[in-house]
C-alpha cells in the first residue's frame, strides 16, 4: 500500500535524472560554500491506508523531494557533507556500463544470427575415402597375423631345440647314472664276496682249537715232565722236535681219515644210517648210468666217505627233495657238514644243492609215522652251498637251547641249475653226546 508521501511525489512533474540543464555551465553562478547540499532521503510509512492503484515508480529526484515534503520535521536532521564524485570518475562509470550493455546485446546479437542461421549439414563421407580406410585397415590386419604366425613358428623352433637338448642331457644323466649304479653294484658285490671270505675265515678260525696261554703253560708241564720222567734231565730242543713230529703225524691221520677232523655221528661205518629219501633218480641207459652207478644206487652212499671220486654219489629226482637219517647215538648238535665233489675233477657241478634246511628231532618209537615226526622236527640250521667255496663246506647250529637228537632231516629246495637230478655225496653231523644220556629228548 502507497503512503500520502509516495503519492504527493507521484503528483509532481518526473524528471529523468540523466537531463541536463539548458543553462549554459559558465552562466551558473557558483555554489554557495556555506550551505551545504541536501541529499534526497526516501521514507516509508508505515501506516495502514485504504488500498489504492500501485502509483508509478518515481525518479530519485522527484521521490527525494517528495520525501523531504512529507518527512517530519523531527526526521529533517542536518547529516555531515560529504564531496562530491569527481567528473571524470562519473563519465568512466557510465562508460563500464554502457560497455557492459553493448558487449550483452552483442552476445544476444549474435546468438540470434546462429539460431536464425544454422550451419548446413556436413557432406557425406567420400565411398572411395572409406573403401581405401577399409583397405589400410585390412592391410594392418594382414601384417599382425604373419608377425604373429612368424613368432609362433619361432617359439616351437625355440621349444623344440630346448626339448631336444634337455632330452639329451636327460639321457646323458640317465647313461651316467646307470653307469655308476651298475660300477656300485659291483663294487657291492665283490665287497659281500670279501665279506663272505671273511666270515669264513672267521668261522674257520673259531672252529680251531687254539690254546690258551694257561693252557699251554700247562700243556708244556706236561710234556716236561713225560719226557724228563725218563732221562732224569732237563728237556732239550731234539726231544721237543720229536714230540712235534709225533703230534703232527697224529693230526695228519685223523684229518687223513675223515678230512676235517670231527666227529661223524652219522657216518655208516660208525652206525648211522639212511632211513627215508625222497625219490631217487633212474638214468636211462647210457653215460650217465655207469657214471651214477647204475640203476642200483645205494642211499648209503650219502654217509660214506666219497675219497673225492665224481659220480661216488646217490642221485635225487629233481631240484627238490629230502634225505633223513638216523644218527649212531643221540648227541648235542653243534654243525653239519655238506660235501660234493671237488671242481678240479667234477664234469658238471649244476648237481650240487643249494638252498638247504636241517631239522632234527628224538626219536624214541621205531617206526613212528611221518605225521609223528612232522610234530616233533625243530629247525637247526638254513644255509646255502656255494660252489665258490670249497667242495666240504661246514655250518654250524643256529636253533637255540638245542637238546639231545637222534634223527637228522635235510631239505634241499634248489640246486645250481639242474633241472633233472641233485647229487648229495656225504652229509655229516656233528656234536658231542650228553653227560646224562638218560634224559634224552629235544628241548627247543
Known sequence: MASPSLAAAAASP???PLTLD???????????????????????????HPASPTPPLLSSTAAGAAAAAAAPAHARRKKPSHPPKPRWQTVLSVAAKNAALLAALLYLGDLAWRWSHPPPPSPPPDRAALEGYAARVDEVEASLSRTFRMVQVQ???????????????????????????????????????????????????????FLRKDEFEKFWEEVKGSLASGSGSEVDLDQVRALAREIAMREIEKHAADGIGRVDYAVASG????????????????????????????PQKMIQPSFGEPG??????????????????????????????????????????????????YDETPGETQSGHAAKMAALAEFTYDLDKNNIQT??????????INMIRLDFTSNHGSSLLT????????????????????QA
Open 14 to 16: 518526473a524528471t529523468s
Open 22 to 48: 539548458a543553462i549554459p555551465l559558465a552562466s551558473r553562478p557558483p555554489p554557495a560554500a556555506a550551505a551545504p547540499r541536501k541529499r534526497p532521503v526516501l521514507l516509508l510509512d508505515t501506516r495502514p
Open 155 to 209: 617359439l616351437e623352433a625355440v621349444d623344440r631345440k630346448i626339448d631336444g637338448e634337455v632330452g639329451a642331457a636327460r639321457a646323458d644323466l640317465a647313461a651316467l647314472l646307470e653307469e655308476k649304479r651298475l660300477a656300485l653294484e659291483g663294487g657291492l658285490a665283490r665287497l659281500d664276496a670279501r665279506a663272505d671270505e671273511l666270515g669264513d675265515a672267521l668261522a674257520g678260525l673259531g672252529r680251531m682249537e
Open 271 to 298: 652206525g648211522g644210517r639212511v632211513v627215508r629219501h625222497s625219490e631217487p633218480y633212474v638214468p636211462k641207459r647210457g653215460i650217465l648210468n655207469g657214471w651214477l652207478g647204475g640203476g642200483n644206487a645205494d
Open 312 to 361: 661216488q654219489c646217490f642221485p635225487l629226482q629233481g631240484s627238490s627233495g629230502f634225505v633223513e637219517i638216523k644218527l649212531k647215538t643221540g648227541i648235542i648238535p653243534e654243525a653239519v657238514t655238506l660235501e660234493h665233489v671237488s671242481k678240479d675233477v667234477a664234469y658238471d657241478r649244476s648237481t650240487a644243492p643249494k638252498g638247504c634246511r636241517v631239522y632234527g628231532w
Open 395 to 404: 655250518f654250524d647250529i643256529t636253533a637255540p637251547h638245542v637238546g639231545m
Open 423 to 442: 647229487c648229495i655225496y656225504r652229509l655229516r653231523v656233528h656234536g658231542h653226546e650228553p653227560v646224562s644220556p638218560g634224559t634224552a629228548g629235544f
